[in-house]
């Protein structure tokens, strides 16, 4: 039955999936990215995740627009982590405390108004919307194997993919990137500087919120077409070990995702084919990978230094 | 900092006044969020919140449902107070709670020739002991090998969940059943009720017997010091001569001890059997009940009384309103982040400023 498995076809389309489980993990691990990079660390992603699953959804089920589903998707995320910036930045807060609180809230607040605005939704019928097409790219998917695999996705996998070079050259060639490194490693020379330390830290905690709720909404509207509760189903905490597992570099951060979302493909193919094996086991492995990537990862040189450490002018 | 022209600054010290108001002001805000969800769903604000309160505090029998609701709160909340104190986030009292409940159902289902009393003691120190392994392997990794406990416990959480749902579909699934779930457990290992005709079992009791024994632990032990040492300061701690990874260990398995406990209490004295569905989230609710009440053990009984009376009063109230009952959920969130700004407020002064 194993061998089923590692037939040219099916690795194709494992490696295929495994693109496609990607995109998700990889917009919201680019958002916990500069997030971090800003000095703070926001916890709060699964939250975020999940609420944009469920606004692009409701959007996209409102409206029957695809990118009005993404516009919608993208506002709430930057509404979380505006609570979350707010919270940190401003007041001070315990950032820990501040992301438990911000995932509780999207948890409640989502399955509430998924139930108010769909009371006749049941287990068996479930509202449901017409997902995003996949966009074959001319030429280049035709090329044997590469073609399916990387040329033959959604457009936010695209994106999500072609942001990570960006996002380098953001964070290393740019003025700005180097404002917001230095931010996360010595916020005292940035305010010597006389840089609006404020405003640099809701503008990227924003948009790499922003990032999180795209992440999210590609869950509901590429991916399953429907919503239930908890879809986000840990995607969020694993953007957030990716980010330390790949040591705050963006390639590393693909890297790091594209393990993950391997594990998670292999898994679904395997219960596809019907392996005589407990699915239980399979679908904990991304999440035991997970606690493994933690314990192996501990270089971490990258990491900014002020992450999760307020900042008071003296 | 400066905004909208209001100039916030650090206050030197707090006053218990200025405390007072901004946590009245807390629950205003929250009374105010709920009715905007209320209106949200189209409900009166006035019959929603009277069938909530009737629900929950309405009756002696409501009352005693409610007692039942908080009984596992009061323990997940006194496991989160534990780990708090010692500034260890974890998360992960939902899966302690199942580990718990695996442990405790095991002993339930198969010593049952013990004496009931002995029986009764058996399933408790089980489910102590699940919950403990599970609050152990975090607090091993961040004290030897500076694992972050976060996303420890969080990832934890999830493979307990699979853990669970393997145990309930293959080796202890009772066949004739068309739920995953396991057989019912014989009556001599269920948790004896306090009340007749009403759910209230001891583990009530166990409950409040807890909350003493932690507020003991916490402020009449050396190591209850020592927990409290490693939250406040660290390094101090560490130059006094603690173990710190010692303490660190023992504080998550006391923690995970006790939302195991929380475990037990729902097997053996509601379900009397194992399910997938014995915990609706009523590890996370632990956390907000645990910074609700300060971080304060005997705080914990009020803060678990008046969220179990929310679960147990949202259905009165989805049934009358059609209110959903997972508004208690967004409720939670609310309250959490106003209850953080309201304590951060009282230590800031606001000022208008007309140049900023």
């Excluded at chain 2, 202890?172 to 068309?178: D, L, V």
């Excluded at chain 2, 989230?281 to 009940?289: E, K, P, R, W, Y």
């Amino acid at each position: 039955m194993l061998e089923a498995l590692f037939q040219p076809t099916i690795i194709i389309s494992m490696l295929a999936g495994m693109v496609r489980i990607a995109t998700p993990i990889l917009l919201a691990a680019l958002g916990v990215l500069i997030t971090n990079r800003a000095g703070i660390m926001n916890l709060g992603f699964e939250g975020i995740m999940l609420m944009g699953a469920y606004v692009g959804f409701w959007a996209a089920h409102q409206t029957q627009s695809i990118p009005l589903a993404i516009l919608a998707a993208i506002v709430s995320g930057g509404l979380m982590s505006l609570i979350m910036v707010f919270m940190a930045s401003t007041l001070k807060v315990d950032q820990t405390v501040t992301g438990i609180a911000l995932n509780i809230l999207a948890s409640g607040l989502t399955f509430y108004w998924y139930r108010v605005a769909y009371k006749a939704a049941t287990a068996q019928v479930m509202p449901s919307v017409e997902i995003m097409q996949r966009v074959e790219i001319p030429i280049l998917s035709q090329i044997p194997v590469l073609g399916r695999v990387f040329f033959s996705q959604y457009l936010l996998t695209y994106f999500a993919f072609l942001m990570v070079p960006c996002m380098w050259f953001f964070l290393y060639k740019t003025k700005y990137g180097l404002e917001l490194r230095c931010l996360g490693e010595n916020p005292r020379a940035i305010d010597m500087k006389g840089i609006n330390i404020t405003r640099l830290q809701y503008i990227t905690v924003i948009a790499g919120g922003m990032l999180g709720g795209l992440g999210g909404a590609f869950l509901t509207i590429a991916s399953a077409g429907i919503f239930v509760p908890e879809i986000s189903a840990g995607r969020g905490w694993l953007a957030i070990v990716v980010v330390i597992a790949g040591n705050w570099l963006p390639f590393r951060i693909l890297m790091a995702t594209l393990i993950f979302s391997f594990l998670d493909a292999f898994q679904l193919q395997a219960q596809s084919l019907g392996v005589q094996f407990p699915y239980q086991i399979l679908l904990a492995l991304p999440y035991v990978a997970a606690i493994v990537l933690i314990i192996v990862s501990r270089a971490r040189s990258e990491a900014p230094s002020a992450l999760g450490v307020p900042y008071f002018r003296e | 900092m400066t905004v909208l022209g209001l100039r916030f600054e650090r206050r030197e010290k707090v006053s218990r006044r200025w405390q007072f108001v901004t946590l009245a002001l807390a629950f205003l805000a929250s009374a105010l969020v709920s009715s905007l969800l209320i209106i949200f769903a189209r409900a009166s604000v006035g019959e929603a919140f009277a069938a909530l309160f009737a629900g929950a505090f309405g009756s002696w029998k409501a009352f005693l449902e409610t007692l039942v609701k908080a009984t596992p709160l009061i323990l997940t909340g006194l496991s989160v107070t534990v780990a708090f104190r010692a500034k260890i986030w974890s998360i992960g009292a939902e899966g302690q709670l199942l580990t718990g409940a695996m442990a405790g159902y095991w002993v339930g289902a198969n010593l049952t020739s013990l004496p009931p009393v002995l029986l009764f003691l058996a399933i408790l120190a089980a489910a102590f002991a699940g919950g403990a392994v599970c609050g152990w392997i975090p607090g091993y990794l961040k004290a030897k090998l500076r694992v972050d406990e976060v996303i420890v416990t969080v990832m934890l959480n999830y493979v307990v969940i699979f853990l669970l749902s393997y145990l309930l579909a293959n080796p202890w699934r009772e066949p004739a059943q068309y739920y995953h779930m396991t057989p019912s457990v014989p009556e001599v290992a269920h948790f004896p009720v306090l009340f007749a005709r009403s759910r209230l079992h001891i583990g009530f009791v166990v409950a409040l017997v807890s909350s003493v024994l932690v507020f003991w632990l916490l402020h009449k032990t050396c190591l209850g010091y020592e927990i409290r040492g490693i939250g406040l300061n660290p390094t101090a701690v560490k130059f006094k001569g603690v173990n710190v990874a010692r303490v660190t260990i023992l504080t998550m398995v006391i923690s995970g001890g006790l939302a195991g406990l929380a475990g037990a209490g729902e097997v053996m004295g509601l379900h009397h059997r194992l399910k997938a569905d014995i915990s609706t989230g009523i590890g996370f609710t632990g956390i907000i009940i645990a910074m609700l009440a300060g971080l304060n053990p005997l705080g914990v009984i009020p803060a678990a009384i008046l969220f179990g009376g929310l679960v147990n009063g949202s259905n009165r109230m989805q049934i009358l309103t059609g209110v959903p009952t997972a508004m208690v959920y967004t409720i939670q969130g609310v309250v959490l982040l106003l209850f953080l700004s309201a304590r951060a407020m009282a230590m800031y002064r606001v000022r208008r400023v007309r140049n900023a």
